[in-house]
């Protein structure tokens, strides 16, 4: 009696009644072979989707942490311009905590006269009521939305983004836009890592090229690459 090698000691000779009941079998095995393929691929995707959001999430509070005071000096440039003044904001909200961060900062902006527009994806959608100065915090936050969402531009994101930019420029009087200083950690990344900051980097070379002035905020001390403070 033949044995089948390729399988070691590892297999189960099995009797039929029929080639008919046979087929039966194999077919029926073969199904639940595939459901189970099925859902190892979803459980891997909602894994993924899952470590892509704590990451996101971790990233966000360790920006928070450090404080750099980018975002404080941002706001300080725009409440030195005239009404209507425009927030920008593109964080996705995940969960409660985020859904409460995302109200508690939108009451601290209407007590400055901003005006909110949630904005996690597709810029270019956006359109302004009236020209005005707007804020967009942050790059980092819409590079990663428009990356890993599934509603998002992908691979396209980095040209995406530029466009939704050029045209909200062509809406304002102002623009500040606030960003992630990408490749100075010191360290070699891969994979979606790499995916995402070399899309970031690519919006912030880009963004810089056309802007008027170009500000490195460091401790709350704003230094100026481009341009001079006004």
């Known amino acids: 009696f033949f044995r089948p090698q390729q399988y070691g000691e590892q297999y189960t000779i099995r009797e039929w009644s029929s080639f008919n009941a046979m087929l039966e079998g194999y077919y029926a095995e073969k199904d639940r072979a595939e459901r189970l393929r099925t859902k190892s691929k979803e459980l891997h995707k909602a894994v993924h989707n899952m470590y892509d959001r704590a990451l996101r999430k971790q990233a966000a509070r360790q920006e928070e942490l450090a404080a750099s005071g980018k975002s404080e000096y941002a706001e300080a440039l725009v409440l030195r311009s005239a009404l209507p003044r425009y927030y920008l904001a593109t964080m996705q909200v995940w969960d409660a905590e985020c859904a409460a961060r995302v109200e508690k900062h939108r009451k601290m902006r209407a007590a400055k006269q901003f005006e909110t527009l949630e904005c996690p994806l597709h810029l270019e959608t ?105």
């Not at 956006?126 to 990356?147: F, I, K, Y």
């Not at 530029?162 to 809406?171: I, N, P, R, T, V």
């Not at 490749?183 to 008027?212: E, H, I, P």
């Open 126 to 230: 956006v359109h302004l009521p009236r020209r005005g100065t707007a804020l967009l915090e942050d790059l980092g936050n819409l590079t990663a939305n428009e990356l890993y969402d599934p509603a998002g531009a992908g691979d396209a994101a980095a040209e995406h983004i530029l466009q939704g930019l050029e045209s909200l420029a062509a809406q304002c009087e102002n623009l500040i836009v606030v960003s992630n200083e990408v490749f100075s950690g010191g360290a070699d990344y891969a994979g979606d890592t790499d995916r995402y900051l070399l899309a970031l980097a690519q919006v912030n070379n880009a963004l810089a090229a056309r802007a008027d002035a170009v500000v490195r905020v460091v401790c709350g001390i704003p230094v100026y690459y481009k341009g001079v403070e006004k």
